[in-house]
């Protein structure tokens, strides 16, 4: 399976190509937004995510069904990023009785985010354990985990 970066530059590719073989200038300016479109994805490509992610339950120990407030606050501490989802995986067993467990975000470079939302669940226990966050650039070109 091809990624879409390498697609779109091989396409571009192709079109200057034949555009230069032929000698016809609208195949070459065909070419054109889709280099564009590249550079752009190419220069605000998320780099190495560095965040600080933390997680607060407003209770350790409730009753069966009760509810519980989760805090999420993430914050940046590399570069800007365009789009970032961040979502907190919830345990099976629990489901969001109030707000979201995910939000796509923009951050700047030592910007901090916080969200709450409200989960309930039958007895048992629980453990929170994975926080998933995929960043991209402003066009989903490129992507990072």
């Known amino acids: 399976m091809f990624s879409r970066p390498l697609l779109l530059g091989l396409l571009a590719y192709a079109l200057i190509l034949v555009g230069l ?9 065909l070419a054109v937004p889709l280099v564009l479109y590249l550079l752009f994805g190419l220069l ?6 560095n965040l600080d992610v933390r ?11 009760q509810t519980v407030t ?4 993430i914050t940046n501490r590399g570069d800007a990023i365009d789009e970032i989802l961040v979502e907190d995986v919830l345990p099976e067993g629990l489901r969001v009785t109030d707000g979201a467990s995910h939000h796509l975000i923009h951050l700047s470079r ?8 409200t989960v309930s669940g039958a007895r048992g ?3 929170f354990e994975t926080i998933r966050a995929d960043a991209s650039d402003g066009l989903g070109l490129i992507k990072r985990t």
């Not at 030592?110 to 939302?117: I, K, L, M, P």
């Open 44 to 49: 605000r490509a998320p780099q190495k995510l």
């Open 125 to 127: 226990a629980y453990g």
């Open 55 to 65: 997680r607060h339950l407003s209770a350790e120990r409730i009753a069966p069904h």
């Open 110 to 117: 030592g910007e901090t985010r916080a969200w709450t939302y």
């Open 70 to 73: 989760v805090t999420l606050s």
């Open 21 to 29: 073989a032929t000698l016809r200038g609208d195949l070459i300016a």
